[in-house]
C-alpha cells in the first residue's frame, strides 16, 4: 500500500466515523449547553478484510468539535502529528492536508464515498457516537442501563460500551459488504 493509499485510508476512517457528526441534526427539545458543544478526543481503528485475503488496516487519533453550525475535526497519525483536518457545515465538507491540497464534497456522506470509495450510513454513525439509535429501522437491539449496547443498522453491526455523559466510549462497528468485511473501532478518551 503506497503512502498516499495508507492516508487515504486514515482519513477515511476518521471521515467516516467522525464527520457524522454533521449529518442531519437530531431532534432537541430545549437546547443546553451540552448540546451547543461537543467536544470528543481519542483514538480510532479501522481494518478492511477484502475477498482476496488481503488486510488494509489503518489507525490514528481525532480531535473533534462540534457546534449546531460547524464541525472541526483533526486526524492524527499514532505518534499525535496532524494528517488532516475536516471542517464541515451545512454547505459542505472540506478535507485539508498539512500541504495545501484539499477535497471538497456536498456532504459528509458524499466525502466519505469519494474518499471512500462506496456508501457508508454517515448519518446513522452520528447518532451512535451519541449512544442514539436514531430514527432509521433497527433490529436485534439490547439495552444496558437503558441505554443502547448492541444494535443492527443500515448491515452495521454496532456496540457501544462504556458510556460517559456525552455517550458510549467504546464503539465497535463491523459490515459485510460485496468483497469487503469493515471493522471499525472507536476508543474515547475525553
Known amino acids: 500500500m503506497t503512502r498516499r493509499q495508507y492516508l487515504k485510508l486514515g482519513l477515511a476512517a476518521g471521515v467516516v466515523i ?30 478492511v478484510d ?20 460547524r464541525l472541526q475535526l483533526d486526524l492524527t497519525n499514532p505518534m499525535g502529528t496532524v494528517l488532516a483536518r475536516v471542517e464541515a457545515s451545512a454547505t459542505g465538507a472540506i478535507l485539508r492536508y498539512p500541504n495545501g491540497q484539499m477535497e471538497y464534497a456536498t456532504s459528509p456522506d458524499a466525502l466519505v464515498e469519494q474518499l471512500f470509495g462506496y456508501a457508508i450510513p454517515v448519518e446513522g454513525m ?18 444496558q442501563q437503558q441505554q443502547p449496547s448492541y444494535f443492527v443498522q443500515d448491515g452495521w453491526r454496532v456496540r457501544l460500551q462504556r458510556y460517559d455523559a456525552l455517550g458510549p466510549k467504546l464503539l465497535q462497528m463491523h459490515r459485510h459488504q460485496a468483497q469487503q468485511n469493515l471493522s471499525v473501532r472507536i476508543v474515547v478518551d475525553y
Not at 477484502?50 to 453550525?69: I, K, L, M, T, Y
Open 50 to 69: 477484502n475477498a482476496d485475503g488481503s488486510r488494509d488496516a489503518v489507525q490514528g487519533g481525532f480531535q473533534w468539535q462540534e457546534n449546531p453550525q
Open 18 to 47: 467522525l464527520l457524522s457528526a454533521c449529518a442531519a441534526p437530531l431532534p432537541v427539545a430545549t437546547p443546553t449547553a451540552q448540546d451547543e458543544q461537543f467536544i470528543r478526543s481519542g483514538r480510532f481503528a479501522l481494518a
Open 126 to 143: 452520528r447518532d451512535w457516537l451519541r449512544g442514539q439509535t436514531g430514527s432509521r429501522p433497527t433490529t436485534d437491539l439490547a439495552l
